[in-house]
């Protein structure tokens, strides 16, 4: 990842999208980003060397909206097993701090209608993204998005699962697993730096 840190070549890349985002906005369209959680762990060292690395510019554009991609499916693929709604609260309280009112979280995956292929396992329960969905609001998030309304179809209770996007904000405790993701994302952006 080191090697492809190229910063000049970021920063020319932020400031297009940043104009972009300005022209789109200034036709009284939102410009919303969606966009990996790793960009929240590169925020708290003053330096952009994850999104750098990964050709994710987000901080600094001034988007109307960044929602970060907290797939609960992608991380128990990575981690071998599901963690719970702490993942969902770090992230949304990290992005709350740097985003206010502009932070977002997307949650997924519900079923396995889907637009790309995945091996971690979707949401068991309308329960459980409801617990996920009450962690983003208990954290001061107003907006979240769930993938996918498709998966609800093709899960057969789709009144079940709107239901369960109807959470209660709590604050779950931060599972082990939560602190052990987050502090390995921070490994790395610490690892990128020059």
Not at 66 to 90: C, H, K, N
Not at 91 to 111: N, S
Not at 142 to 163: K, P
Request: aromatic residues 6%.
């Amino acid at each position: 990842m080191r090697t492809h840190i190229d910063r000049p070549a970021f920063e020319a890349a932020r400031a297009a999208l940043s104009e972009h985002v300005g022209a789109v906005r200034a036709r009284g369209v939102r410009a919303v980003a969606v966009t990996y959680p790793q960009v929240v762990d590169d925020l708290g060292d003053g330096d952009p060397d994850l999104q750098d690395a990964l050709d994710i510019p987000v901080d600094g554009v001034p988007f109307d909206e960044v929602a970060f991609m907290v797939y609960q499916t992608a991380f128990a693929e990575a981690q071998g097993d599901w963690i719970g709604p702490g993942l969902v609260r770090s992230y949304a309280l990290d992005a709350r701090a740097h985003f206010g009112e502009r932070a977002t979280m997307a949650l997924g995956i519900v079923g396995t209608a889907a637009i790309f292929e995945h091996d971690g396992p979707p949401y068991a329960s309308p329960s459980a993204l409801g617990e996920d969905i009450g962690a983003a609001l208990g954290a001061g998030v107003a907006r979240v998005e769930v993938f996918s309304l498709d998966g609800m179809v093709e899960l057969g209770d789709v009144a079940g699962w709107l239901a369960g996007t109807e959470a209660v904000p709590h604050t779950p405790a931060l599972e082990p697993e939560t602190r052990i993701v987050r502090a390995a994302a921070r490994s790395l952006d610490e690892a990128l730096d020059p």
